[in-house]
């Protein structure tokens, strides 16, 4: 008898059954204990603290409920993920509106539901903000991003902070900054509360985010000498999770620690008044509790190759392709078998780069057994794309024997009721 994986107290046969593949699978209580570590260990004696899910690795109604139950706040930034937000039920006052070119319907409708939240990356939008409050006749709680101009070691695309960065204001333009405080402070409707910083994803170096909260503190302590008080700091997200064994991520007790720990030194060195600390996670809530199932389809072998077809690939995961992001897997009905098939898994996309792992040695399998993909949770989902019409997986949380049906898969109805016929 072969050995089946069991995900949640539920073997994945079970799962496929049900739900069909390609199929991505949350570990519900891992996504509860994750949360919990954040809001346990990111509390402070000299601080106030704020954890605020960045809704963008995994964003659908059932997650943002169980974050809204675990007691995290929210960042969104786009509509979709505003409404998704709103319509979880997290309040307006736990939402916070992300964006570098947010437009004007955005904002209206993050007016209209009384997200107050806003982070201003540009000029631009801080003028738009300051009209748009003032016609509304809401306050907005504005912080503003600054590319703090750190290079993270990790892939050029999750980096954030680069000189070039599209995101933010660079820290060396510190008049114009100040002029755009001076403006956000001008209205009636805006209170400027402090700054947000970004470094990147994926980030294994504690040395790196230390880096970040020394830079931002040094910051802060120009501007206060230029009479601008700065009550919070937002340092991002960012912190690495484990995809294979080359990774080994810091792990949350630790970098919550890291991060108060140099916040409350540096502010010591500095002389500024920040009250209040906040972190936007992602991936480290998200991304090792998520699974991705599949069916396996045909395998080929070439001349220097043996590939391995799965039912799904680039469409519902992108970040091989986009990124070279690598990831482990196993053949979850074969478990105990020893792993010395060598294979590269290929999507079932027309691409020839639609790859999920090129090189990896897996259990040996037939068609129709299942692999697992593991720690998809993150930007998984969230990067679907319906590339060759493919349909959107179902996802399901699964949780102590049981499963629960989160996102339904997309039928070829709902693929098609945009077509104008
Ligand atoms: C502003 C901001 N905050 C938080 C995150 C979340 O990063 P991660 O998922 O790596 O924690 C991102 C990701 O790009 C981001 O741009």
Do not use: W
């Not at 720990?261 to 480290?284: F, N, W």
Request: glycine letters at 6%; proline letters at 3%; charged letters at 25%.
């Amino acid at each position: 008898m072969k050995k089946v994986l069991e995900i949640g107290g539920v073997p994945v046969t079970r799962l496929a059954q049900k739900y069909g593949t390609p199929l991505y699978i949350y570990d519900e209580n891992q996504l509860r204990n994750q949360c919990q570590k954040y809001k346990q260990n990111f509390l402070d004696d000299v601080f106030s603290t704020e954890v605020l899910y960045a809704s963008k690795a995994f964003s659908c109604i059932g997650m943002l409920k169980l974050i809204k139950e675990e007691g995290l706040s929210v960042d969104v930034v786009s509509l979709g993920e505003l409404a998704t937000a709103i319509q979880a039920g997290v309040s307006c006052s736990h939402i916070y509106f992300h964006g570098n070119n947010k437009t004007p319907e955005e904002i209206q409708y993050a007016l209209d539901h009384d997200v107050c939240h806003f982070f201003v990356d540009n000029q631009q939008e801080a003028m738009l903000l300051k009209t748009m409050a003032k016609n509304s006749k809401k306050t907005l709680y504005v912080m503003l991003r600054i590319n703090p101009c750190i290079e993270a070691h990790t892939h050029e695309y999750i980096q954030t902070a680069n000189i070039d960065s599209k995101f933010g204001i660079s820290l060396y333009l510190e008049e114009e900054i100040v002029r755009l405080i001076k403006e956000i402070q001008s209205s009636p409707f805006m209170i400027f509360e402090g700054f947000h910083s970004h470094i990147g994803s994926q980030i294994f170096e504690k040395e790196a985010f230390e880096k970040e909260i020394e830079t931002m503190f040094s910051f802060i302590a120009r501007m206060e000498e230029r009479g601008i008080s700065c009550s919070k700091l937002d340092l991002g997200g960012g912190f690495a999770i484990h995809y294979t064994d080359h990774d080994q991520p810091i792990p949350v007790e630790q970098i919550c620690k890291v991060i108060l720990s140099a916040c409350r030194h540096q502010q010591i060195l500095h002389k500024t008044h920040v009250d209040t600390i906040l972190i936007e996670p992602g991936r480290s809530i998200a991304g090792e509790a998520g699974s991705t199932l599949y069916t396996i389809g045909f395998s080929k072998t070439t001349p220097h190759k043996r590939y391995l077809f799965v039912d799904g690939g680039m469409s519902d995961n992108i970040r091989p392709c986009l990124y070279q992001a690598q990831y482990d897997a196993d053949v979850a009905t074969n478990m105990e078998a020893v792993k010395d098939q060598e294979v590269c898994v290929a999507g079932k996309c027309c691409e020839s780069g639609d790859i999920l792992i090129p090189n990896i040695k897996l259990q040996a399998f037939d068609s129709n057994d299942l692999l697992i993909v593991y720690s998809t949770g993150a930007y998984g989902f969230s990067m679907f794309n319906n590339y060759n019409r493919n349909l959107r997986p179902a996802v399901v949380f699964v949780k102590d024997g049981k499963s629960s049906l989160v996102v339904k898969r997309e039928t070829i109805e709902d693929l098609l009721k945009g077509d104008v016929r």
